[in-house]
């Protein structure tokens, strides 16, 4: 059973920094492209960044320059380090699993002006 559980989600003020975790469990997490989404209520989920199995990295345009997404496929961990946070950035964040279609609970991350 392929779980996924996001952490690291907060109360954080504008232009601060705050770093995500997502902790798997599938047998083929090395083998997946890894991703981050954020959604607001009333809004699509939207893709924030991907890591591949290999660690190649792809960012969405408004969070280039400020977040970072990394994985470690032994502990079966991904990140994403977020600085020079905006309110625009408040949002349910979500670990997606590309290779199995897996969504985890999500983590609550509040940007405060």
């Known amino acids: 059973q392929v779980q996924q559980e996001e952490s690291g989600g907060g109360l954080v003020q504008v232009g601060g920094s705050l770093t995500l975790s997502c902790a798997a469990s599938g047998s083929a997490f090395t083998y997946n492209t890894m991703g981050w989404y954020r959604q607001v209520p009333g809004k699509q989920r939207e893709r924030v960044a991907t890591?591949?199995?290999?660690?190649?990295?792809n960012y969405a345009d408004s969070v280039k320059g400020r977040f970072t997404i990394s994985r470690d496929n032994a502990k079966k961990m991904v990140w994403l380090q977020m600085s020079s946070l905006k309110a625009e950035d408040t949002g349910v964040y979500y670990c997606?699993?590309?290779?199995?279609?897996?969504w985890g609970k999500g983590t609550l991350v509040t940007v405060s002006s």
């Open positions: 890591i591949t199995s290999g660690g190649t990295p």
């Open positions: 997606y699993d590309y290779g199995v279609g897996y």
